[in-house]
């Protein structure tokens, strides 16, 4: 069965530096995606960054960049210049290429910002 | 802009009682979900449905029923509410036709069951 593990239950970072959030996965499918979402304290999900499998060039979306290593299974996430909006619980998912339907959801990290 | 929308923000319940969460998206999407969130546990499918009156089991299933008898409707029913369903419910929308099937989700409703 997939899992997804986020071993990171909270993370500070000084407003404008960088951080990264880590998040490994377990599959055996070769075709999947894999995706952040960010959960602010008014707590809507939002969906960050996402990457496909097949894809050797890592996601960015301005400041967010994932690093994908997909032999390692690993799936981190890059806050770059942090800024205060930026403090909310961060999940990572996954899903296979078959599935229109479920995703798999690591147990999320804090994200806490210095100003 | 895709808008899901949970009918209460926060419902206190008595044990025993029957519980409706409601939720309607705007964006004719075939997918709809309900999600369990506790600490340190992440969101827990409970329920799926892909289409109009279907419905799948989702990985906790057991104590919720569901609905959907509209495209734009889900509703998560709590038949006997008990102390151990207190929790943040999210609901959630997808169609397999735009962006990778990307879940939009509501606001969250924070269920307390005394």
């Known amino acids: 069965a997939q899992t997804v593990t986020q071993s990171q239950p909270e993370m500070s970072v000084q407003e404008a530096e960088t951080v990264t959030l880590s998040c490994t996965y377990d599959?055996?499918?070769?075709?999947?995606?894999l995706f952040w979402y960010k959960q602010p304290p008014s707590r809507q999900m939002i969906l960050v960054i996402r990457q496909e499998a097949y894809k050797q060039q890592n996601a960015t979306e301005n400041r967010f960049s994932v690093n994908f290593q997909k032999a390692a299974k690993s799936f981190s996430l890059k806050i770059s210049d942090s800024q205060l909006g930026d403090a909310a619980m961060y999940f990572c998912a996954y899903r296979t290429s078959d599935s229109n339907y479920q995703l798999i959801w690591g147990a999320g990290t804090k994200l806490i910002i210095k100003p | 802009d895709v808008k899901v929308t949970q009918s209460s923000r926060y419902l206190v319940k008595r044990t025993g009682e029957k519980v409706f969460l409601e939720c309607v998206q705007d964006m004719d999407h075939e997918n709809m979900f309900w999600y369990r969130q506790d600490p340190g546990l992440g969101l827990r499918l409970i329920y799926f449905?892909?289409?109009?009156?279907?419905?799948e089991k989702g990985d906790i299933p057991e104590g919720y029923s569901v609905s959907r008898e509209k495209k734009e409707r889900f509703s998560l029913i709590l038949e006997s509410a008990s102390t151990n369903q207190t929790s943040m419910y999210l609901c959630a929308s997808s169609t397999p036709a735009l962006a990778k099937n990307i879940q939009y989700f509501g606001a969250g409703t924070r269920l307390s069951v005394l």
């Open positions: 449905s892909y289409d109009v009156k279907m419905k």
């Open positions: 599959t055996s499918e070769s075709d999947y995606y």
